[in-house]
């Protein structure tokens, strides 16, 4: 059972233009929303997070959503850079009290074109 | 640099081989985490500790054993009873024990396991 899902698998997007990753969960114990970045034959990168409290987060480039009511959440890059060009995993934790297991959706690719 | 360091890149195992991956970290972190990755999937939870001498069963853990003898390594042995072991193996750890709602997983750059 797929409790975080990304539906698109795929996404590519014009150098500059904004790139908009979506994420559904179905666990409604799910408060802490993380999106990691992910090059080939390597390990994932932290990216941005944010938690239940809010339903928006930014850091520069990379603006997260959060839309508790329909359980879904979604990345913005804005401008989309070549370098960009990655495999975005969105991942959630539940509250468990001991230590924190993630929850990775399936990943979406996205390729930036010049 | 601190960091969580994989070892091999690369692995090949046999049929009934067992096959260790190690991952060593230096950044005084209490948890370790293994996740394998297959194409088109997420990241799954193998096996996690969360002290030295103590983890716990992932979601996948059948196939696989675990040590945490010391709290900077974490090494995990692909069994010959895991029959799909080829997949990208992910170590990764957080500072903390406890759960929280602000911990992220830092992660190694990965053991890439294929069967000959």
């Known amino acids: 059972d797929q409790q975080v899902k990304q539906n698109s698998p795929s996404l590519s997007v014009q150098e500059g233009r904004i790139s908009i990753l979506n994420c559904d969960y179905t666990?409604?114990?799910?408060?802490?929303f993380l999106w990691y970045k992910k090059y080939p034959a390597e390990g994932p990168t932290f990216l941005i997070s944010i938690s239940s409290i809010k339903d928006k987060n930014e850091d520069g480039r990379f603006t997260v959503f959060l839309n508790k009511s329909a359980k879904h959440l979604s990345l913005h890059i804005v401008p989309s850079q070549p370098g960009d060009s990655a495999v975005y995993f969105c991942a959630a934790s539940a509250k468990t009290g001991t230590a924190s297991k993630l929850t990775f959706g399936t990943g979406t690719r996205l390729q930036v074109t010049l | 640099d601190g960091g969580i360091t994989q070892s091999p890149k690369y692995l090949f195992r046999k049929e009934g081989q067992n096959v260790t991956l190690s991952c060593e970290q230096n950044?005084?972190?209490?948890?370790m985490y293994w996740y394998r990755q297959d194409p088109g999937q997420g990241l799954r939870l193998i096996y996690y500790s969360q002290i030295v001498n103590d983890f716990q069963k992932g979601d996948i853990a059948e196939g696989y054993s675990v040590s945490r003898e010391k709290k900077e390594s974490f090494p995990l042995t692909v069994t010959s009873a895991q029959k799909n072991p080829t997949a990208f193996y992910l170590c990764a750890s957080t500072p903390r024990r406890t759960g929280t709602t602000n911990e992220k997983l830092f992660f190694g750059s990965g053991t890439q396991l294929s069967v000959l």
């Open positions: 950044l005084n972190h209490d948890a």
């Open positions: 666990n409604s114990m799910f408060d802490y």
